[in-house]
């Protein structure tokens, strides 16, 4: 399972870290992922990166906006200078992974193993 941490409420034009360390087993040998879930909409990929850090991909309508970056245990997002649509629940994911790969895409939703539960991030002055 993940611990997650970061979310809350800030101001337009904010940024906001958040965190999901992993609880009971070993990020390191897993690639991780984030998504996010607005209010009425479907939930929507941000990102994924390699179990090593060495490789990643973005959803194009998060570049520019959205980092991913991972130490051995803990996955995390840095959110910049976000608007009212940045209103959303975020999740963290992650999938067994070969040393090694190079990300053309991240998997779907269904190749997950652990997900995190959400982290609630509301945009508002």
């Known amino acids: 399972q993940f611990v997650e941490s970061g979310g809350g409420l800030v101001h337009p034009g904010g940024s906001l870290r958040l965190s999901c360390a992993a609880s009971g087993f070993p990020l390191d040998y897993y690639g991780i992922a984030w998504f996010r879930q607005a209010p009425g909409q479907e939930r929507e990929g941000v990102g994924c990166m390699s179990r090593d850090g060495g490789s990643s991909h973005y959803a194009h309508s998060a570049k520019g906006r959205f980092t991913i970056f991972r130490d051995t245990n803990t996955a995390y997002l840095r959110v910049n200078s976000l608007t009212a649509e940045g209103t959303a629940v975020y999740y963290c994911?992650?999938?067994?992974?070969?040393?090694?790969?190079?990300?053309?895409?991240?998997?779907?939703?269904?190749?997950?193993?652990?997900w995190g539960k959400g982290i609630q991030v509301t945009v508002s002055s």
């Open positions: 994911a992650a999938w067994p992974s070969d040393p090694g790969m190079v990300l053309r895409s991240c998997p779907t939703s269904a190749g997950y193993t652990y």
